[in-house]
């Protein structure tokens, strides 16, 4: 069954980890897919290209740095330019800082914090909401943390997730009325990069804490952002979903 097939995608962050897995997924699923990227690789471009021949879907990099401005200005443009209805944008790019007590984190790493995973992603959604706008439907997902309900990890990122979720309620009832649903995903910690450099500690007392005692893999995560990308969440908006192994 291909949920999303002849849906087009803008995803964030499709080089690494959770991005990487909701590229994979929505191809499987029949999407065509602008997969973003901070940086352009060879390794990213022989990774779209065989997932798009092998799914027989259209994917096209698009590069842009999230803290540029002009660079997402020019990546929307660029998909602008193929004049194709764009029925869903996935918010998955971000970044974790360096982990430091509160009282010892300088102010500018908790400003381009808030710029990457917040700012930037509102800017970005503006230019997309106003296309989806047009033809009175879309799908917009954040991709949030359980880090972000919880109050967990440092605050700079603790509280730039916690911003996309009342950026999400919010959205869900304006946009609603044009036909555009709203809502976000809030993730424990995942087998991804950032679990790698977190402190083992750190990770297997999260892992204690979970009733599934282990980690999440990026798939099950990237299932979760399927389910409200596709018309299975045709009447939900404005909700942030926990994927988290039954975190305690």
């Not at 443009?77 to 193929?82: G, M, Q, R, V």
């Not at 296309?131 to 949030?144: E, L, N, P, T």
């Not at 869900?172 to 009325?177: D, K, R, T």
Request: glycine share 6%.
């Amino acid at each position: 069954m291909s949920l999303l097939k002849g849906k087009n995608a803008i995803i964030t962050g499709c080089n690494r980890g959770i991005g990487k897995a909701i590229t994979e997924v929505f191809a499987e699923n029949g999407a065509n897919i602008w997969a973003c990227a901070r940086k352009q690789t060879d390794e990213f471009e022989n990774f779209t290209d065989e997932l798009a021949k092998k799914h027989c879907v259209y994917i096209k990099p698009i590069y842009f740095d999230l803290t540029d401005y002009e660079q997402i200005k020019c990546g929307i443009k660029e998909i602008i330019s193929e004049k194709k209805p764009v029925d869903i944008l996935i918010n998955n790019a971000g970044i974790v800082p360096e982990s430091l007590l509160f009282t010892m984190t300088p102010i500018e790493q908790i400003k381009i914090t808030f710029e990457v995973n917040f700012f930037a992603q509102i800017f970005l959604t503006q230019l997309v909401a106003r296309i989806m706008s047009r033809r009175k439907q879309g799908r917009i997902v954040f991709i949030s943390s359980t880090d972000g309900l919880d109050g967990c990890d440092q605050l700079e990122y603790a509280s730039s997730k916690a911003a996309l979720i009342g950026t999400t309620k919010k959205l869900a009832n304006e946009l609603g009325s044009l036909g555009i649903l709203v809502n976000a995903i809030a993730p424990s910690l995942t087998e991804t990069d950032m679990a790698k450099k977190a402190n083992p500690e750190v990770v297997e007392e999260r892992i204690a804490k979970t009733v599934l005692k282990r980690l999440a893999v990026p798939r099950e995560i990237a299932n979760a952002v399927l389910f409200f990308a596709s018309d299975l969440s045709s009447f939900v908006t404005g909700q942030v979903l926990r994927v988290d192994g039954g975190l305690g």
